[in-house]
């Protein structure tokens, strides 16, 4: 039972233009979400979170949105640079610990 | 600084050997975690623990045991191997919740 879904596996968006990762999740109890990039041989970095109490953070070049009638958040990416190029992880929690990822979307900017 | 190291990078045990896992942060967090990741899935939380000499299943704990004696420390414990603990493992540490940074992995292969 998947309760946070990245559908896309992967995404190849053009220099300077706008990348845009989407992730579903099933579970209404959640209430904080996470957006992690990692690099082939590295570990996942730490990019940028959400409470449910709002519907849009920014830092930076990168914006999540949370949509909660629609279970639904998506990282923005502007303007997109090769080095964004990098697998992507949502994760989910309910008011723990236990953070529940999805299976990531590669990402791919085209110079 | 080195952050979060991880100890080995890569191993190869046969069905049954045992092994320990160790992970070390420079930053004094108070927060560290085991996951593991396998093709195909997002990160999948081990064990974790929030302060020196606690610790906490996470949401696939079986067949792992885990110590955090020392702050800057967190030993992550394979009794007897079995192939489907085949993964990459990584460690992570923050001062609050949630992870912010990881380890750069440990490859364990059990034939």
């Known amino acids: 039972d998947q309760q946070v879904k990245q559908n896309s596996p992967s995404l190849s968006v053009q220099e300077g233009r706008i990348s845009i990762l989407n992730c579903d999740y099933t579970?209404?109890?959640?209430?904080?979400f996470l957006w992690y990039k990692k690099y082939p041989a590295e570990g996942p970095t730490f990019l940028i979170s959400?409470?449910?109490?709002?519907d849009k953070n920014e830092d930076g070049r990168f914006t999540v949105f949370l949509n909660k009638s629609a279970k639904h958040l998506s990282l923005h990416i502007v303007p997109s640079q090769p080095g964004d190029s990098a697998v992507y992880f949502c994760a989910a929690s309910s008011g723990t610990y236990k953070y529940i990822f999805g299976t990531g979307t590669r990402l791919k900017v085209l110079a | 600084n080195a952050g979060v190291t991880q100890t080995p990078k890569f191993r190869v045990l046969k069905t049954g050997q045992s092994m320990t896992l160790l992970c070390a942060q420079d930053?004094?967090?108070?927060?560290m975690y085991w996951y593991r990741q396998d093709p195909g899935m997002g990160l999948r939380l081990i064990h974790y623990s929030v302060g020196e000499g606690t610790t906490a299943k996470g949401e696939v704990p079986d067949g792992y045991n885990v110590s955090r004696l020392k702050k800057q420390n967190f030993l992550l414990g394979l009794e007897s191997a079995a192939p489907s603990q085949t993964s990459v493992y990584f460690c992570?540490?923050?001062?609050?919740?949630?992870?912010?940074?990881f380890g750069p992995g440990t490859r364990l292969t059990v034939t």
């Open positions: 992570a540490s923050s001062q609050s919740h949630p992870a912010q940074y």
């Open positions: 579970n209404s109890m959640f209430d904080y």
């Open positions: 959400i409470s449910s109490i709002k």
């Open positions: 930053m004094n967090h108070e927060y």
